[in-house]
Every structure is written in C-alpha cells, then in structure tokens.
C-alpha cells in the first residue's frame, strides 16, 4: 500500500466520525470501514495523538479538540476570511440581512463566515454548515465558474437535481444557464434554500481567475422589484471584487534556505 493510499484510508475515518450523529466505538468503525483491525488500531492512535479524534468511555470516538482549534487558526489567519469580515460587515451595516461567505468544499459550499443579523430573520446557514450545491445564490454563482468538466461529471451524477432545480434537462440546457449566470456576473435567487428569503451573490476568485466562493446578502423579503434587486447586485459585486483583489494581491507564503 503506497502512503497516498494509507493517507486516503485513515482521512475515511475522520470522514465516518464526521457524518456520525453521535460517538463510534471502535467496532462499529471497523465494521463501516475495508479495513483490518490491525490498520484501523494504527490509524486511531495517530488521530488520537493528533488531537483530530478523541473518546469517552461508552461514548466511542469523536471529532477531537484539534479540530476547535484548527477552526479558530482558520478564522484568523485565512487570508480570504480576514479580507471578507470589514466588507461584510458594512454590507450588513448598509442592507438589512445577513452577509455570508462560502467556499466549494468537495462537492458541496459551505459557510465559512457570516457577518449581521435582522430582528425578522437569522440566517441557519451558520459556520460550518454546507448549503445544496444546486440551490440558492450563494451556491449556484460558485457553480457557475466551476470548470466545465466538473459541471459535466457533476451532471452526470445527479441529473434529476439539476432538472427540479430548474437549470435544465439537458447538460447543453444547464451550461446556456451557467452562462446566463456568469454574463450577469451575480445570481439572485427567493426561497430556495429558506422560505421567504431573497440571497443575491456575486463569486471571488483567486490570483488565477478561478473561483474559490462567493459573498453574498440575504434579506427577509421576497417580490423585489427587478431594479432593487439590480442596485443590490451591483453593490454585492462591488464588495465582491474588493475581496478578490485582496486575497489575489497577498503574498504568498515564503520559505527560506538552510
């Protein structure tokens, strides 16, 4: 077995603890798991010394204190969260709602960082928490910049979403879509995600024109008229291309020689 592969095997379980609603023994793992009793003993102790997994008696194995304090390592030291927060944070000083940040994580977006609140509505979207990759502004921009071989593999995979998703029944049909989206450079969308809601979004990307998620408001309201929903737009873009200049101007992380 190569080290690729053993590195594959022992993220696979960090990946069931992750999913599981509650703590794992050891035999419930390995009986989840391809793996002899021998490996999986291997890979739970160098998680554990790790910090990244953790267990009670009778409760089984969890997700370890590492994990917190990776989390918070990554609030203050991601170059795109750090550039994001004084920009959302005007964006929901100046528009009533909720500014969120998302990042594509595997085949899904998830929130990495959400910024103001409105008496009528707080986002359930909080950090951590994925989002439907098919679904909602937030995500649906993100989708419409991915590159077209993974939008075709996507497609191939889960047709039927695609279609009740109402981007087409057809992969020819969904990248007329995408292209709708990214001639426009923002998404809107209402209720799709959570009732009564409006999101509209506009991608970031990185130094190399790719893009790596996207910022977008959501208010608590629906039946906008098209012009406000435009000015709003515009502004979300606008703060969007602040962060993209941002994270595409820091410097790069520098080594030195012995």
């Known amino acids: 077995m190569n080290s690729q592969s053993s590195l594959k095997r022992m993220i696979s379980v960090l990946d069931l603890i992750e999913v599981s609603s509650g703590g794992l023994t050891f035999d419930q793992m390995l009986g989840s ?8 003993y291997r890979y739970v102790k160098i998680l554990s010394e790790a910090g990244l997994i953790t267990s009670l008696p009778d409760l089984g194995y969890t997700l370890g204190p590492r994990v917190a304090e990776l989390d918070y390592r990554m609030r203050t030291q991601d170059p795109l969260i750090v550039a994001s927060i004084p920009i959302m944070t005007e964006l929901a000083r100046t528009v009533p709602g909720v500014a969120l940040l998302c ?19 707080r986002s359930g979207y909080v950090r951590g928490r994925d989002r439907p990759l098919l679904r909602g502004a937030a995500s649906r921009i993100i989708l419409a910049y991915m590159h077209s071989r993974a939008i ?17 029944d057809s992969l020819e049909k969904v990248r007329a879509a995408l ?18 809601v409006t999101g509209i979004a506009a991608p970031l990307f990185d130094n190399r024109g ?10 608590a309201k629906t039946a906008m008229k098209d012009e406000e929903i435009e000015s709003l737009a515009e502004r979300v873009k606008f703060c969007a291309a602040i962060v993209s200049n941002a994270i595409s101007r820091a410097p790069a992380a520098q080594t030195t020689g012995a």
Do not use: N
């Open 33 to 40: 798991l391809k793996l002899t009793r021998s490996t999986l």
């Open 103 to 121: 990042r594509r994580y595997r085949d899904k977006v998830l929130c990495v960082h959400q910024e103001g609140s409105s008496e009528a509505f």
């Open 152 to 168: 075709a593999r996507l497609y191939g995979e889960r047709q039927g979403e695609f279609d009740q998703a109402g981007l087409g």
């Open 179 to 196: 292209a709708q989206i990214r001639q426009k450079g923002w998404e809107a969308s209402e209720g799709q995600v959570t009732p009564g």
């Open 210 to 219: 790719a893009v790596v998620g996207s910022l977008s408001i959501t208010m």
